[in-house]
């Protein structure tokens, strides 16, 4: 069996488009994706989305969240382990969560994969416990310090050892940001994650406020430059790219 990669949408983010990094100045309603790897080594996810929490309207995240004009939406049928069953994953049986970040959106899952080692960068994971850069950045340990196994890289990672899934650092959203190219039988992705919101932020370079923009700038050219004639780019939270034909299939076919 050769890699397969699954895109699964798990929940909501609704705010102001300008917010949202989309144009505009009305509300809009962007996804919150995470990644599926099924590999003959074993299954590893690409972040694993809003913690099963947020189900609840009055969860207390949710409610800090639209103190800042913010919400975020989740149905039972969207949570990371629901989207894991459909594809008739054992939950238990997830080998790695590769976190592209710390941030309570990409990693909010990770309670429902107890048997996952994390790999993340080094410097994103030392960020996430140093209190003074974690509360610039908004880095959580309520939702990542849990108690798994943490495997640190530095740089670019080959999460197989074939080739097949590396993780390439794009450094700025967050210190140790980073994103994954997957090469699988769907072809030739990057996994941009929050290194740039949708395809407009692309061209505009708007980045968020508590951003490094220069780092990010420079991790951005980086993840272009890296385009085959086939390759898919997919955006953090780009909803032209979920919507009826989903730029990743979600269930097997």
């Given amino acids: 069996m050769t890699l ?150 530095d740089g670019e990672h080959d999460l197989f050892g074939d080739g097949s899934a590396v993780c390439l650092p794009s450094y700025g959203h967050t210190p140790g940001h980073q994103s994954l190219r997957v090469r699988s039988a769907q072809g030739d992705h990057i996994l941009v994650a929050d290194a740039c919101y949708n395809c407009r932020v692309a061209e505009t370079r708007s980045f968020p406020d508590y951003s490094d923009a220069e780092a990010m700038n420079r991790s951005l050219d980086a993840l272009l430059a890296l385009r085959e004639a086939a390759t898919v780019m997919v955006y953090g939270h780009d909803p032209d790219q979920w919507g009826e034909r989903p730029v990743l299939p979600a269930a097997r076919s």
């Avoid at 690409?46 to 099963?52: I, K, N, Q, R, T």
């Avoid at 382990?81 to 049986?93: G, S």
């Avoid at 309570?104 to 080692?117: I, K, Q, S, T």
């Avoid at 994971?125 to 310090?145: M, N, S």
């Fill in 4 to 153: 397969r990669l699954f895109g699964c949408v798990c929940g909501q983010f609704h705010g102001s488009a300008e917010g949202m990094g989309m144009a505009g100045t009305g509300p809009v309603s962007v996804p919150v994706p995470f990644y599926v790897l099924e590999h003959p080594d074993g299954v590893a996810l690409f972040d694993c989305g809003l913690p099963a929490g947020m189900v609840d309207y009055d969860d207390s995240y949710r409610q800090a969240l639209r103190a800042t004009d913010i919400d975020a939406s989740l149905t039972p049928e969207e949570t990371a382990t629901r989207h894991l069953e459909r594809l008739d994953i054992d939950p238990a049986r997830v080998r790695q969560v590769v976190v592209s970040h710390l941030h309570f959106d990409h990693v909010g899952g990770l309670r429902e994969f107890p048997n996952a080692e994390v790999v993340i960068q080094r410097r994103e994971w030392e960020a996430g416990f140093d209190r003074e850069t974690a509360g610039h950045y908004g880095l959580r340990k309520r939702f990542f310090d849990l108690g798994h196994a943490v495997r640190l890289v």
